[in-house]
């Protein structure tokens, strides 16, 4: 536990970007965001840059979120991941970083938790968006229709996840987080039977969950559990073209 708050060692609150450090514990200078280096003796991180892993804590969303000073300055800088500029710094970039909106990296794997983070942040609907839009642009049935290396299935993974409208965030948390389900039916075969998801009035413009049920009762939660999906039961949402801000926003 005391190792996986470790990252807060590489947290500079002035820059608002994890940096690397020398051996006497001092940052590295000069910092530039956007550097990014496969040349083992002068990289700072391996295949991504700052914007790209000063966003890899998935063990601890509400600790980072809090080193931001709140949820409204965290949504900020998340937001500010997927506008700024795509172009990169350094001589030796890896081919891995691709997929690039803005400085998210969908074909490389530490970004792929990243889209979700908003559920932590109280604005669920900006995930909804953001999942549907990679979906809907970086997969297609064509022999480039992964926008980066299939390593261990992790970009098929990803994909069969967010189309069923869950993503194991932290996966030690035992907790599915809701994006936007883009298949009407979803069904989970398990030791306890299936786990059913529907989505109803979905189509491309329905990309926000207006409501949702489970086995038939209003459901107001982000997530269901491992053990929720393992049990069996059917988990409903109900799609429209407009973000719901009221729903789901508590802490």
């Given at each position: ?46 295949e991504g840059d700052a914007w ?126 809701f994006g936007s389900p883009s ?69």
């Amino acid at each position: 536990m005391k190792r996986s708050a470790s990252w807060k060692n590489l947290y500079d609150p002035v820059t608002g970007f994890m940096r690397a450090k020398n051996a006497d514990g001092n940052w590295v200078t000069p910092f530039d965001p956007f550097y990014s280096e496969h040349n083992p003796d002068k990289a700072m991180f391996m295949e991504g840059d700052a914007w790209q892993y000063t966003f890899f804590v998935p063990q601890d969303v509400e600790g980072l979120i809090s080193a931001y000073g709140g949820k409204q300055k965290f949504v900020t800088k998340l937001d500010s991941l997927f506008s700024v500029t795509s172009v990169m710094h350094g001589e030796d970039q890896s081919p891995d970083i691709s997929g690039m909106i803005g400085q998210y990296a969908h074909g490389n794997e530490p970004s792929h938790h990243v889209a979700y983070l908003y559920d932590y942040a109280g604005m669920p609907w900006k995930t909804q968006s953001r999942v549907r839009m990679v979906v809907d642009s970086l997969y297609h049935d064509q022999p480039d229709g992964y926008a980066g290396n299939e390593d261990c299935g992790q970009m098929s993974a990803w994909a069969v996840w967010t189309i069923t409208g869950l993503y194991p965030v932290n996966p030690a948390s035992g907790r599915y987080m809701f994006g936007s389900p883009s298949v009407n039916e979803a069904v989970i075969k398990t030791k306890g039977g299936k786990f059913t998801i529907r989505a109803k009035n979905n189509n491309k413009a329905n990309v926000y969950i207006q409501s949702a049920t489970l086995n038939g009762k209003p459901y107001h939660k982000l997530y269901v559990t491992h053990q929720q999906v393992v049990n069996g039961g059917t988990l409903e949402f109900t799609m429209g073209p407009t973000p719901n801000k009221t729903w789901f926003t508590a802490k």
